[in-house]
């Protein structure tokens, strides 16, 4: 049995599985308890609108929000990789025409999800 | 100016009221005036482990409710005349604990003591939070096990969202970890998650290590809370948790092999 721990140590050491397990799931928590409450809304309606174009089911598209430097990012993965195309109908534009203006920020405007300082 | 600390953890179990008992005597034995409040109405225990069960009147409740004055309901410890048990109440109702009728009780607290320890209850239910609310300083009581590890995590994310510092944008809950039944020898087979690990995954300072040890079991069935056992390398390790936290400087004790602390000794270095 020693030798058989000696040859394979990580068959033993259970401290280093708990300390891998736990990093893994408090990067997952940390990401979701930090997230705007929005998120789950917007992906819905980059699904809907995604989706007018390509098939794609919920689990190809991702959207974090994420940090690099100062810089707050809404980052969104779509993968549509082997998923069909659909034809485009005329409806689709006509209905993104009618939809509410987009509201833009100014340079220097946070991001809603910021938090103020 | 008062300071207000909570012991708090997430998980039950892990040692909460055993280090709020054992801190807050250490505060009281460095000359400081220091209260210790039961937070876990309906689950009083803190009385207990300082042994002053039979000395309970008046509690935090009455307090909140204005059925009786502070100074009725402290209760001055018979070991330190610096240290009072703020008991809690064995109601049912949970609710009892009102957040304005603990700020009025905690801001009348602090014209009185220069340390206020706040023994939370486990989860992140009403209790707890109004435990941590009105928090300074909080102390994360963590064992090295997956789930102490996890719930801790979880605490420190409500603390820098939902305390009254973070309400009010003023500057952060000062947080820190107190890592209790920790077994070197455990560590060192690689049965448990070392004091390394849990910093690393926390990412907060470390207040101390308190080493698993039988005299622990011997404070709580006696009452008298671990730092006044000066035979205790537990009691030994909460007394270096308390400097720490008062600002001194001290080596970590119990999380090397006791061999190193030998030859320290032979050499003549402490």
């Known amino acids: 049995m020693r030798l058989l721990d000696l040859l394979f140590p990580e068959r033993r050491n259970s401290a280093v599985i708990a300390r891998d397990r736990l990093k893994i799931v408090l990067a997952h928590e ?46 969104i993965n779509v993968e ?17 025409a009618k939809a509410a203006p987009v509201t833009r920020l100014d340079r220097g405007t946070p991001a809603p999800w910021v938090k103020p300082s | 100016m008062a300071k207000v600390i909570v012991l708090t953890s997430g998980k039950g179990g892990v040692g909460k009221t055993t280090s709020a008992a054992a801190i807050a005597s250490g505060l009281a034995l460095r000359g400081n005036r220091t209260v210790v409040i039961d937070f876990d109405v ?35 410890d018979k070991r330190n005349d610096n240290l009072y048990i703020f008991p809690t109440s064995q109601t049912r109702d949970k609710d009892a604990l009102k957040r304005d009728g603990v700020e009025r009780v905690l801001n009348e607290l602090k014209e009185s003591f220069d340390y206020i320890v706040c023994d939370s209850p486990a989860g992140i239910e009403h209790g707890a939070i109004t435990a941590l609310y009105f928090a300074d300083s909080a102390i994360i009581t963590t064992n090295p096990e997956v789930s102490s590890v996890r719930d801790s995590d979880r605490i420190i994310g409500i603390l820098a969202s939902k305390s009254r510092r973070a309400e009010h944008n003023m500057e952060p809950v000062d947080v820190h970890l ?62 270096d948790a308390v400097a720490r936290f008062l600002g001194e400087q001290r080596e970590m004790r119990f999380v090397q092999p006791e061999r190193r602390s030998f030859f320290r000794a032979l050499l003549g270095r402490a």
């Open chain 1, 30 to 75: 940390r990401a979701s308890r930090d997230a705007p409450d929005f998120l789950p809304a917007l992906q819905k309606d980059l699904l809907d609108v995604v989706g007018r174009y390509v098939e794609i089911r919920g689990d190809m598209l991702r959207v974090n929000v994420g940090k690099s430097g100062d810089t707050s990012l809404l980052e």
């Open chain 2, 178 to 239: 107190l890592l209790t039944r920790y077994s070197l020898e455990r560590v060192k087979k690689g049965e448990m998650l070392s004091v390394e690990d849990v910093k690393e995954i926390l990412s907060i300072p470390l207040l101390g290590v308190i080493p698993e040890s039988e005299s622990v079991l011997r404070a709580s069935n006696t009452g008298i809370p671990v730092v006044f056992d000066e035979e205790s390398p537990a009691g030994r390790a909460y007394v």
């Open chain 1, 80 to 96: 549509i990789d082997g998923a069909k195309t659909k034809p485009v109908k005329n409806g689709a534009t006509a209905a993104a």
């Open chain 2, 42 to 76: 309906g689950l009083r225990n803190l009385d207990l482990i300082m042994g002053c069960e039979r000395r309970v009147v008046f509690d935090f409740i009455n307090v909140i409710n204005g059925d009786a004055k502070l100074n009725q309901a402290l209760i001055k």
